[in-house]
């Protein structure tokens, strides 16, 4: 596809835009970064364990704060892009009990990372955002065709 030629990095790019896009529209002032970006603020290496941890080029963030993650995988028989949107303040204490991750870590993870409900003082209907992100996705990749599942 156009969008993932020039290497694993750029293919990330119109997605990270995309996303800042629709958060743009809900009232959020957000952007992507770039990889210049992302050099001159590589983030706490310490908080590397965990995707909202570190900033990656074409990531989005809003008051110099991560608000998206960015995931892809490569296959010889295609890509998945993945995003997450904190739409609501995550609960990183617990995230850090589960895994066995210090106190501290939730704290510094609460300090690199904001939400939609931060941002906004209320955090945004997930059918509302899914919505909205579906329809900005088909207007870039056209309707998603099925084709059956091979036994």
Not at 57 to 67: F, L, N, Q, S
Not at 88 to 110: H, K, Q, S
Request: glycine share 12%; aromatic share 4%; charged share 20%.
């Amino acid at each position: 596809h156009r969008l993932l030629a020039g290497g694993t990095v750029s293919s990330y790019r119109w997605l990270g835009a995309l996303i800042a896009g629709l958060l743009r529209d809900m009232g959020v002032a957000a952007h992507a970064l770039s990889p210049d970006d992302v050099r001159r603020n590589p983030g706490n290496p310490a908080l590397g364990w965990a995707c909202f941890g570190g900033l990656s080029p074409w990531e989005v963030v809003a008051d110099g704060r991560k608000i998206v993650g960015l995931a892809q995988l490569r296959r010889r028989t295609g890509v998945l892009l993945t995003s997450g949107t904190l739409l609501a303040r995550p609960d990183w204490a617990a995230l850090c009990a589960a895994l066995g991750r210090p106190a501290d870590d939730a704290r510094a993870l609460a300090g690199v990372t904001t939400s939609c409900e931060e941002q906004l003082g209320a955090a945004p209907l997930v059918e509302s955002f899914a919505s909205e992100l579906h329809q900005m996705l088909t207007d870039v990749l056209g309707e998603l065709r099925t084709h059956p599942v091979a036994a």
